[in-house]
């Protein structure tokens, strides 16, 4: 999921990087007076790979003690609603409240040799992102444009308590600040504009509840830091 998400960032990148070097020949434009709204709306489906910035405590590194890695990305999904509002003929401020579902897999080894309880976290977020939206000189039907922004995400599926029963040790608290940034094309139809995208998103603090499960301590005291990070691929109707 990693690898297909990178190489449609760096897909994305080179169009934008072509449409901008190589002018075309005018064509009959569909929904012209789109660009003239002040506000419209949308929705969106997305694709997303959750992971994590893990950064071991320096206990991990002494012999016999557990060390902490992320080995595994797993495939996950958003559903978002687009407002739109034009602020200048080029910048757009957008707000897309949403939900997202995934999975993230923290992964330990013992002397070269992984341990078989390993921790799977899943996630469910509310998520508040807001973005500016840089568009650059649209070009016959399709404009390729730039992102960024902050997200609030608060996760639903963080637990309260350790669940001794599933074998999870670790907890993570329920909200972070995200910065995002990305590119994208707007793709102009007969009767609605479509849009692919792809983003990253960079969480600002330490996830990681440093209060260990009475069972299995060595969990969390093997992590200094766990913060969240995401790539998401996004299909924009509006």
Not at 25 to 53: E, R, S, W
Not at 83 to 111: A, C, D, M
Not at 160 to 167: A, G, I, Q, S, V
Request: aromatic residues 16%.
């Amino acid at each position: 999921m990693y690898q297909i998400l990178k190489k449609g960032f760096i897909i994305l990148f080179l169009y934008f990087l072509v449409a901008s070097c190589f002018a075309q020949k005018k064509k009959p434009q569909n929904d012209v007076i789109y660009d003239k709204k002040p506000l419209h709306f949308g929705f969106t489906l997305g694709l997303n790979a959750m992971d994590f910035t893990l950064f071991p405590a320096g206990t991990a590194m002494m012999p016999d003690s557990l060390h902490p890695d992320v080995t595994v990305l797993h495939p996950g999904f958003n559903i978002n609603v687009v407002s739109s509002l034009k602020l200048t003929e080029h910048i757009n401020l957008r707000f897309l409240p949403g939900i997202s579902f995934g999975q993230r897999s923290v992964y330990y080894y013992q002397n070269d040799s992984l341990v078989s309880t390993n921790q799977n976290i899943e996630s469910s977020f509310l998520e508040f992102p807001v973005i500016l939206k840089y568009k650059s000189v649209r070009v016959n039907n399709w404009r390729p444009y730039l992102i960024g922004g902050m997200n609030y995400r608060l996760d639903l599926a963080a637990k309260k308590e350790y669940d001794d029963e599933k074998d999870i040790y670790l907890r993570l608290k329920r909200s972070d600040i995200y910065l995002e940034t990305g590119i994208g094309v707007d793709f102009f139809l007969r009767y609605f504009k479509f849009s692919a995208e792809i983003k990253f998103s960079a969480g600002m603090r330490d996830m990681l509840v440093h209060t260990p499960s009475a069972r299995f301590p060595e969990y969390v005291t093997s992590i200094d830091k766990l913060k969240s990070k995401m790539w998401i691929l996004s299909f924009h109707f509006e």
